[in-house]
């Protein structure tokens, strides 16, 4: 896994104007730089972030349904109870940034990368993630109820109570996750790879799920 990029590294870095004042519904923000600026309450519903750089970011008790990322970078950004509910995430990476109580259901994530994050309590229902990747995140209570998962890995990712409940996984692998704590949805383990030593983990509730009984 690629380390994650500077700021300096990015091929737009140069083109980027610091963005002063508010954010507003359907407002087109294209190789902007958000540097220290804080969002609280904030409508931007169905606005555009292209090619932007977010860096000590806050966004509190927010409103950005269907908002579009595309070729976003991300860091020490710190996200608390916001709704981004059927949001587009295109080419986006995500590090050292802190999410908590986030609405993502009806997502749509394709090439996101999560460097070094801490997640809790985030709502990824009936979202669709698309070759994402959680390196080195604290995931707790992450709910991919209903979800399609497609060439998502953890590595180095510790996760504690997820629910999979009728989620759609393929080419999803937990072999490097750190910890595997799932909460529901044993069965949608189907199509995912996971280590002989979270199988051992796992196996009394995925017994319980097929209805297996264990003599001792």
């Known amino acids: ?17 610091p963005h002063a004042g508010r954010l507003v519904p359907s407002g087109d923000y294209d190789t902007a730089l958000f540097d220290g600026n804080a969002f609280d309450e904030t409508d931007a519903g169905d606005a555009r972030f292209i090619e932007c750089a977010f860096s000590g970011v806050t966004f509190t008790s927010g409103r950005y349904r269907r908002v579009r990322f595309a070729d976003v970078w991300m860091h020490s950004v710190r996200w608390v109870g916001s709704d981004f509910g ?10 050292a940034s802190a999410l908590a109580g986030i609405q993502l259901f009806g997502a749509e994530l394709t090439r996101v990368v999560f ?12 979202a669709t993630l ?79 799920t097929l209805g297996i009984r264990v003599a001792h």
């Open 1 to 17: 896994m690629p380390r994650p990029r500077e700021r300096a590294d990015l091929p737009f870095a140069s083109h980027l104007e």
């Open 86 to 95: 059927e949001t587009t995430w295109l080419d986006a990476e995500v590090i």
């Open 115 to 126: 460097h070094d994050c801490k997640l809790d309590s985030l709502n990824f229902r009936g």
């Open 130 to 208: 698309r070759e994402v990747s959680f390196v080195n995140c604290r995931m707790a209570e992450v709910d991919f109820a209903g979800a399609t998962l497609t060439d998502v890995t953890f590595p180095g990712s510790l996760i504690e109570d997820a629910r999979f409940d009728k989620a759609r996984m393929s080419k999803v692998d937990f072999t490097q996750a750190t910890g595997l704590g799932i909460k529901d949805g044993y069965d949608a383990l189907a199509g995912a790879t996971i280590s002989g030593v979270q199988l051992l983990d796992l196996a009394p509730m995925l017994a319980q």
